[in-house]
Protein backbone atom coordinates (compact mmCIF):
# COMPACT_ATOMS: atom_id res chain seq x y z
CA UNK A 1 0.00 0.00 0.00
CA UNK A 2 1.55 3.58 -1.22
CA UNK A 3 1.59 5.99 1.85
CA UNK A 4 2.60 9.87 1.16
CA UNK A 5 2.77 11.89 4.57
CA UNK A 6 3.56 15.18 4.46
CA UNK A 7 4.08 17.52 7.33
CA UNK A 8 5.67 21.07 7.95
CA UNK A 9 3.30 22.81 6.94
CA UNK A 10 2.27 26.20 9.01
CA UNK A 11 1.94 29.76 9.59
CA UNK A 12 4.31 32.39 8.54
CA UNK A 13 4.21 35.98 7.66
CA UNK A 14 5.40 37.28 4.62
CA UNK A 15 9.03 37.14 3.62
CA UNK A 16 9.18 34.05 5.88
CA UNK A 17 10.24 30.47 5.09
CA UNK A 18 9.40 26.92 5.69
CA UNK A 19 10.62 23.11 4.81
CA UNK A 20 7.81 20.43 3.66
CA UNK A 21 8.81 16.84 3.89
CA UNK A 22 6.53 13.95 2.62
CA UNK A 23 7.45 10.45 3.64
CA UNK A 24 7.17 8.16 0.80
CA UNK A 25 6.63 4.35 1.56
CA UNK A 26 5.14 1.21 -0.39
CA UNK A 27 5.73 2.25 -3.88
CA UNK A 28 7.51 -0.03 -6.40
CA UNK A 29 8.64 2.21 -8.91
CA UNK A 30 12.11 1.76 -9.72
CA UNK A 31 12.24 4.79 -11.15
CA UNK A 32 9.66 7.99 -10.84
CA UNK A 33 8.64 11.70 -10.82
CA UNK A 34 7.73 13.08 -7.41
CA UNK A 35 5.87 16.34 -7.36
CA UNK A 36 4.26 18.94 -4.69
CA UNK A 37 1.19 20.54 -5.85
CA UNK A 38 -1.09 23.17 -3.76
CA UNK A 39 -4.62 24.13 -4.21
CA UNK A 40 -5.98 26.91 -2.67
CA UNK A 41 -10.01 27.92 -1.95
CA UNK A 42 -11.79 27.96 -5.07
CA UNK A 43 -8.33 27.65 -7.69
CA UNK A 44 -7.02 24.16 -9.46
CA UNK A 45 -4.37 22.31 -8.22
CA UNK A 46 -1.53 23.52 -9.65
CA UNK A 47 2.08 22.08 -9.75
CA UNK A 48 4.70 23.55 -7.99
CA UNK A 49 8.05 21.79 -8.10
CA UNK A 50 8.96 18.27 -9.39
CA UNK A 51 11.98 16.12 -9.19
CA UNK A 52 12.83 12.77 -10.96
CA UNK A 53 14.79 9.90 -9.41
CA UNK A 54 17.55 10.94 -11.14
CA UNK A 55 17.44 14.16 -9.48
CA UNK A 56 16.32 16.37 -12.32
CA UNK A 57 14.33 19.24 -10.93
CA UNK A 58 11.14 21.35 -12.41
CA UNK A 59 9.92 24.36 -10.99
CA UNK A 60 6.52 26.14 -12.05
CA UNK A 61 7.88 30.03 -13.03
CA UNK A 62 5.71 31.13 -9.88
CA UNK A 63 8.40 30.11 -7.42
CA UNK A 64 11.49 29.41 -9.40
CA UNK A 65 14.42 31.32 -7.38
CA UNK A 66 12.45 30.55 -4.02
CA UNK A 67 11.57 27.07 -3.82
CA UNK A 68 13.92 24.17 -3.47
CA UNK A 69 12.77 20.58 -3.92
CA UNK A 70 14.54 18.07 -3.00
CA UNK A 71 14.76 14.17 -1.69
CA UNK A 72 16.90 11.90 0.68
CA UNK A 73 16.66 8.46 -1.27
CA UNK A 74 18.13 6.55 2.14
CA UNK A 75 14.89 7.87 3.55
CA UNK A 76 12.35 7.99 1.21
CA UNK A 77 11.34 11.33 1.96
CA UNK A 78 10.47 14.38 -0.34
CA UNK A 79 11.45 18.01 0.49
CA UNK A 80 9.96 21.51 -0.28
CA UNK A 81 12.43 24.09 0.88
CA UNK A 82 9.90 27.31 0.29
CA UNK A 83 11.63 30.77 1.00
CA UNK A 84 10.54 34.74 0.54
CA UNK A 85 6.77 33.01 0.91
CA UNK A 86 4.12 35.47 -0.27
CA UNK A 87 0.79 35.72 0.55
CA UNK A 88 -0.02 34.47 -2.62
CA UNK A 89 1.53 30.82 -1.28
CA UNK A 90 -0.68 30.21 0.86
CA UNK A 91 -2.81 27.06 0.02
CA UNK A 92 -2.75 23.41 1.44
CA UNK A 93 0.37 21.93 -0.18
CA UNK A 94 0.48 17.71 -1.64
CA UNK A 95 3.22 15.39 -2.46
CA UNK A 96 2.79 12.95 -5.18
CA UNK A 97 4.37 9.84 -7.08
CA UNK A 98 4.34 9.08 -10.66
CA UNK A 99 6.03 6.61 -13.00
CA UNK A 100 9.13 9.19 -14.90
CA UNK A 101 7.16 11.96 -16.48
CA UNK A 102 9.29 12.69 -19.39
CA UNK A 103 7.86 16.74 -20.69
CA UNK A 104 7.91 19.90 -18.20
CA UNK A 105 4.48 19.90 -18.67
CA UNK A 106 3.95 16.35 -16.93
CA UNK A 107 5.74 17.04 -14.13
CA UNK A 108 4.04 19.80 -13.24
CA UNK A 109 0.47 18.33 -14.51
CA UNK A 110 -1.73 16.74 -11.16
CA UNK A 111 -3.34 14.36 -13.99
CA UNK A 112 -0.19 12.35 -14.47
CA UNK A 113 0.48 11.06 -11.13
CA UNK A 114 -0.84 7.63 -9.33
CA UNK A 115 -0.51 8.30 -5.81
CA UNK A 116 -1.18 11.33 -3.18
CA UNK A 117 -0.76 12.20 0.15
CA UNK A 118 -3.89 14.21 2.39
CA UNK A 119 -1.49 17.81 2.07
CA UNK A 120 -0.63 20.11 4.80
CA UNK A 121 -1.70 23.87 4.69
CA UNK A 122 0.82 26.66 4.56
CA UNK A 123 -0.51 30.38 5.49
CA UNK A 124 0.97 33.28 4.47
CA UNK A 125 0.15 36.28 6.17
CA UNK A 126 0.70 39.71 4.92
Known amino acids: QVQLVESGGGSVQSGGSLRLSCAASGYTYSRFSMGWFRQAPGKEREGVAA???????TYADSVTGRFTISQDNAKNTLYLQMNSLKPEDTAMYYC????????????????????WGQGTQVTVSS
Open 51 to 57: IDSDGRT
Open 96 to 115: AVARPLLSRFGRLNSGYYDY
